[in-house]
Every structure is written in structure tokens, then in C-alpha cells.
């Protein structure tokens, strides 16, 4: 039962970064291969049954503020020569018509996101040429304070949305691309929300009563997100999700099913693993390939059908259409 809906569900990640593993092999390993040491790549794709998987160009401190254009360039090059070299397995996802496509081609739709606004480097103009090049979601901070507004690591003035910040959250709205408030600072959140006129995503982040680390979203967030029509993904980092080192797919289970709870519904939280960005992994979900072990784990708490296809990807697919048309 567990391993057929799974199957037929739609299974959508917002979040891993292995583009990074990909480009720092300087083109020994490519997606097609499968290595133990990753978690994200075809097979393990194809395993986990996902059909849409975001894929995050992590901009990294070494590259900020004044490298971060050519940094993002490269990290984009790379998933698209990914692309062309596995064009009977991967989809550039540029609209949901893209995911239908995909599905119809037994293809893995593979959407472009960037992790940190610092690769607009205070330019709209950026930010319509990563349009052009396929990037169909950002996420506007990292840890750290930039052009758009603060990151969780870096608040202590108390600012949201810089000037520059709303002008992009309206051109992104313009654009049809997806706001992503992982990472911002709290009023950087709430600013987002009064802004922008589409839906929005937290790809990878959890739940603050949960687990305490500052990166998590408060209940005051997560229903804010949920007015807005927006969706989190699950983030499997073990310090995201328990306050000791050893996190289990149970651990993803509490705080979906927090989440769910604190909601009254299922159709705002679904998957963001970060993997191949998180030093270690919940046991029970060690990579991609592990996805109907979580479809088994909510099965077996009582989720029925509809739920678990919320979960598993129709919640951000929903997104998706609305915001991507």
C-alpha cells in the first residue's frame, strides 16, 4: 500500500545543495554516477521516487560580497551542463507545465534556486538575467545581513526588508519566480509577507517549539506563511530538528506532525531536506533514496491518502502553479 501511493503521489524537495559537491569535483563525478559518500544523484533520485528536485547555488562567504555574480554563473553553468548531459533523466522546471512534462517523460524536474540574495549583488538586472538562465526561486538571506535584508545570524538591529529588498520581492512577484524566507531574519519574514502578492516557501526549515535553533520558524511564522497560501519544507539537519546530536526519521515525523497540528490541516508544510548540505542525517533518512520510508513512518501515524499527498508534494506543488503559472 505505503510503497504504491508513494509511487503515484507527487514528491517534490525544495532544497539540496549538490550542485556544490557536483562543481567541486571539477567534473569527475556527475549525477548519473552513484557515489555513497552523496545524497542526492539520479539513482538515488530515481530510488526516492522524487519528481521535482530544487536545486540550491549556494553562495558561500569566500565569494561575498564582490564574487558573488561570477560564483552564481558558475554554480548555474553547472547544472545546466548537468542537464545536457542527462537529458533522458533531468527537466529544467520553468513552469508547472514543466512538471507535467517531466512526469509524462519519466524525467526528474530539476528547479534552479539561489541560497542568498548577495548574488544580485544589488542589481534587479541580476536578478532578470538569472530569470533568463532558468531560476525560478531565491532564497533572499543566508545567515548573514546583505543588500535585501538581515539573516538569522545577523539581527540584533531588528531590520526587515531593506528598500532594495521590497523592490526585489515586487520584481520577483513580477517575474513569476518563488520568494524563499529561509534564513531571513523574523522581521525580514514578516516584511516579505506584507509585500509580496504571491505565495511563498521557507524550503528548508522547522519548527521553533520543536527544536529551538534560531533557524526554525515560530508559530507566529509558520501560521503567517499559512495565510499567505505558502508552504516549509522539513529540514533533516539534526540540529534543526532535535537539541542533541542524534536525530531519527521519527524526529521529521514530530515536527510534520506539529506542524499539522498547530495548522488544523496538512496543506502548508512539505519536504526540504538540505541534503547534501547537512554534515549528517536523520537515521532512517540517510538520502533521497529513503523518501518511502517517510511515506511508511506518516502511514503508519494515521495520515491518509490526501495528507500524505499534501505532504509529499502537492502542497508545493500548489505553489508551483500559482506562482510559476
Same mark, same amino acid.
Given at each position: 500500500?505505503?510503497?504504491?501511493?508513494?509511487?503515484?503521489?507527487?514528491?517534490?524537495?525544495?532544497?539540496?545543495?549538490?550542485?556544490?559537491?557536483?562543481?567541486?569535483?571539477?567534473?569527475?563525478?556527475?549525477?548519473?554516477?552513484?557515489?555513497?559518500?552523496?545524497?542526492?544523484?539520479?539513482?538515488?533520485?530515481?530510488?526516492?521516487?522524487? +519528481?521535482?528536485?530544487?536545486?540550491?547555488?549556494?553562495?558561500?562567504?569566500?565569494?561575498?560580497?564582490?564574487?558573488?555574480?561570477?560564483?552564481?554563473?558558475?554554480?548555474?553553468?553547472?547544472?545546466?551542463?548537468?542537464?545536457?548531459?542527462?537529458?533522458? +533523466?533531468?527537466?529544467?522546471?520553468?513552469?508547472?507545465?514543466?512538471?507535467?512534462?517531466?512526469?509524462?517523460?519519466?524525467?526528474?524536474?530539476?528547479?534552479?534556486?539561489?541560497?542568498?540574495?548577495?548574488?544580485?549583488?544589488?542589481?534587479?538586472?541580476?536578478?532578470?538575467?538569472?530569470?533568463?538562465?532558468?531560476?525560478?526561486?531565491?532564497?533572499?538571506?543566508?545567515?548573514?545581513?546583505?543588500?535585501?535584508?538581515?539573516?538569522?545570524?545577523?539581527?540584533?538591529?531588528?531590520?526587515?526588508?531593506?528598500?532594495?529588498?521590497?523592490?526585489?520581492?515586487?520584481?520577483?512577484?513580477?517575474?513569476?519566480?518563488?520568494?524563499?524566507?529561509?534564513?531571513?531574519?523574523?522581521?525580514?519574514?514578516?516584511?516579505?509577507?506584507?509585500?509580496?502578492?504571491?505565495?511563498?516557501?521557507?524550503?528548508?526549515?522547522?519548527?521553533?517549539?520543536?527544536?529551538?535553533?534560531?533557524?526554525?520558524?515560530?508559530?507566529?511564522?509558520?501560521?503567517?506563511?499559512?495565510?499567505?497560501?505558502?508552504?516549509?519544507?522539513?529540514?533533516?539537519?539534526?540540529?534543526?530538528?532535535?537539541?542533541?546530536?542524534?536525530?531519527?526519521?521519527?524526529?521529521?515525523?514530530?515536527?510534520?506532525?506539529?506542524?499539522?497540528?498547530?495548522?488544523?490541516?496538512?496543506?502548508?508544510?512539505?519536504?526540504?531536506?538540505?541534503?547534501?548540505?547537512?554534515?549528517?542525517?536523520?537515521?532512517?533518512?540517510?538520502?533521497?533514496?529513503?523518501?518511502?520510508?517517510?511515506?511508511?513512518?506518516?502511514?503508519?501515524?494515521?495520515?491518509?491518502?490526501?495528507?500524505?499527498?499534501?505532504?509529499?508534494?502537492?502542497?508545493?506543488?500548489?505553489?508551483?502553479?500559482?506562482?510559476?503559472?
Amino acid at each position: 500500500m505505503s510503497g504504491l501511493l508513494h509511487s503515484q503521489a507527487v514528491v517534490v524537495d525544495t532544497h539540496c545543495d549538490t550542485i556544490l559537491k557536483v562543481l567541486n569535483s571539477r567534473g569527475e563525478y556527475r549525477l548519473r554516477d552513484l557515489h555513497q559518500e552523496e545524497h542526492v544523484d539520479i539513482p538515488r533520485l530515481r530510488q526516492g521516487k522524487v +519528481d521535482v528536485q530544487f536545486f540550491a547555488a549556494y553562495i558561500g562567504a569566500e565569494y561575498k560580497p564582490d564574487r558573488a555574480v561570477k560564483r552564481t554563473l558558475q554554480l548555474l553553468d553547472c547544472v545546466h551542463q548537468e542537464l545536457d548531459a542527462n537529458q533522458g +533523466d533531468l527537466r529544467l522546471i520553468l513552469n508547472a507545465a514543466d512538471v507535467d512534462a517531466a512526469q509524462s517523460n519519466n524525467q526528474i524536474g530539476v528547479l534552479l534556486s539561489i541560497e542568498g540574495g548577495e548574488a544580485l549583488e544589488g542589481d534587479l538586472a541580476c536578478l532578470r538575467m538569472y530569470h533568463r538562465l532558468g531560476v525560478r526561486a531565491v532564497g533572499l538571506t543566508w545567515n548573514e545581513r546583505n543588500q535585501i535584508a538581515e539573516g538569522v545570524g545577523e539581527c540584533r538591529s531588528g531590520g526587515g526588508l531593506t528598500d532594495f529588498g521590497v523592490s526585489v520581492v515586487a520584481e520577483m512577484n513580477r517575474l513569476r519566480m518563488i520568494v524563499d524566507v529561509s534564513h531571513i531574519s523574523e522581521p525580514g519574514f514578516f516584511d516579505v509577507l506584507a509585500v509580496t502578492q504571491h505565495p511563498t516557501i521557507a524550503s528548508h526549515s522547522n519548527a521553533r517549539t520543536v527544536c529551538g535553533h534560531v533557524r526554525n520558524l515560530t508559530d507566529k511564522q509558520i501560521r503567517a506563511l499559512a495565510a499567505n497560501g505558502g508552504v516549509m519544507g522539513i529540514n533533516f539537519a539534526p540540529e534543526f530538528l532535535v537539541e542533541h546530536d542524534r536525530a531519527t526519521l521519527d524526529d521529521v515525523v514530530a515536527h510534520i506532525e506539529y506542524i499539522v497540528n498547530l495548522l488544523g490541516n496538512s496543506k502548508h508544510v512539505g519536504l526540504g531536506g538540505d541534503l547534501d548540505g547537512i554534515g549528517t542525517t536523520p537515521e532512517g533518512l540517510e538520502d533521497a533514496s529513503k523518501y518511502p520510508a517517510l511515506t511508511d513512518a506518516l502511514l503508519r501515524r494515521g495520515y491518509g491518502e490526501e495528507a500524505l499527498r499534501d505532504i509529499l508534494g502537492q502542497n508545493h506543488l500548489r505553489v508551483m502553479r500559482t506562482v510559476l503559472g
